[in-house]
Every structure is written in C-alpha cells, then in structure tokens.
C-alpha cells in the first residue's frame, strides 16, 4: 500500500474502526451442551487493512 492515496491523507480515520486499525466482531461458539453463544474477538481492521485511515473504495 505505499502509492495508496488514501493511506497519504491525515485526519481521516477508517469509519469503520475509529482509527485504531483493529475491531472487535463476534464469532459463534458453542458450548459443551450445544447451546451457541457469541463471544467477542480482536481482528486487524478489513476496511482499512489495519492502518487506521478511511480507504474509498473499500
């Protein structure tokens, strides 16, 4: 991503994270009993490829 004209701009963080390159979805998981819960996990931003600043397009 070193010619993305996007990744050059400042003060335009990715909407999608805030700014912080990483977000937290929720994945399913079932329990020992079957029963499917959701639990929360740590992924490196797909929107704006973990640099934090807002890409367009996508």
């Known amino acids: ?3 993305c ?3 050059a ?3 335009v963080p ?3 994270c805030g700014g912080s390159g990483q977000w937290r979805p ?3 998981k079932r329990d ?3 029963v499917i819960g959701w639990i929360r996990v740590v992924e490196m931003c ?9 890409h367009n397009p996508l």
């Open 1 to 3: 991503m070193d010619d």
């Open 5 to 7: 004209e996007w990744c």
């Open 9 to 11: 701009q400042s003060g």
């Open 14 to 16: 990715c909407r999608c």
């Open 26 to 28: 929720e994945r399913p």
């Open 32 to 34: 020992p009993d079957g």
């Open 46 to 54: 797909r929107m704006c490829g973990g640099t934090g600043k807002e």
